[in-house]
């Protein structure tokens, strides 16, 4: 298995599991049960599962109206990006050492 398919599986999983604990805590909120705290949530985002948070946000229709997740979710996902582009302009040999 090579570096880039672990870190698609990796991405993958993360975005799984994002997407599923919004649905989770949409769900306990609805019940009201022990909640998944807002760190947590903001956590899965951060080491990879920001695309899978914000479809759950917006599916779920969950943390929609909370400011913080609706400019802070995207914003992950910019820095995600912008560093992703800037890794790729790099030469391998700094991103592999």
Known sequence: MNAFTILLVYLLSLNLIGFVIMGIDKWRA???AFRVPEATLFLIAVIGGSVGSI???YAFR???????F???MPLILIL??????FLSRLPLKFIFL
Do not use: E, N, P
């Open 80 to 85: 995600q990006l912008a560093v992703l582009f």
């Open 55 to 57: 479809l759950g946000m």
């Open 70 to 72: 609706v400019i802070g």
């Open 30 to 32: 609805r019940k009201q």
């Open 62 to 68: 969950h943390k929609t109206r909370h400011l913080s």
